[in-house]
């Protein structure tokens, strides 16, 4: 893992000249190198995307990058809550639940 990290470092150049293209290389070595420390993959996926939205935010406008990364997180929660197919996932489990809670035990 370390010859990772330093190999990214080395091929990156300073954060000045830095292009999407790298942000997503060095976002990529990112999620490789936290997978291999053991952390989950949901976390990682999930703090890794809001970090780099925030510096991509940041690098455009550093007033408003706190507010425009939440507001895109609120609108991909929205999103999800608006899939259909998403909705029957808790009615699946409630289902479960209460189906075994009027079972009797024998």
Same mark, same amino acid.
Not at 1 to 22: E, K
Not at 44 to 53: I, K
Not at 68 to 74: A, P, W
Not at 78 to 103: A, C, E, K
């Given at each position: 893992?370390?010859?990772?990290?330093?190999?990214?470092? !080395?091929?990156?150049?300073?954060?000045?000249?830095?292009?999407?293209?790298?942000?997503?290389?060095?976002?990529?070595?990112?999620?490789?190198?936290?997978?291999?420390?053991?952390?989950?993959?949901?976390?990682?996926?999930?703090?890794?995307?809001?970090?780099?939205? !925030?510096?991509?935010?940041?690098?455009?406008?550093?007033?408003?990058?706190?507010?425009?990364?939440?507001?895109?997180?609120?609108?991909?929660?929205? !999103?999800?809550?608006?899939?259909?197919?998403?909705?029957?996932?808790?009615?699946?489990?409630?289902?479960?639940?209460?189906?075994?809670?009027?079972?009797?035990?024998?």
């Amino acid at each position: 893992m370390a010859l990772v990290v330093g190999l990214v470092f !080395w091929i990156m150049p300073s954060p000045s000249h830095m292009t999407n293209g790298h942000l997503g290389l060095l976002m990529l070595a990112m999620i490789v190198v936290a997978i291999m420390l053991g952390f989950p993959t949901a976390f990682t996926l999930m703090g890794l995307g809001t970090m780099f939205a !925030w510096f991509a935010y940041n690098s455009v406008n550093p007033a408003l990058a706190v507010q425009q990364t939440l507001d895109l997180m609120v609108q991909r929660a929205y !999103w999800v809550m608006n899939n259909d197919v998403l909705i029957s996932v808790p009615l699946f489990v409630f289902m479960g639940y209460f189906g075994r809670t009027l079972q009797p035990d024998r």
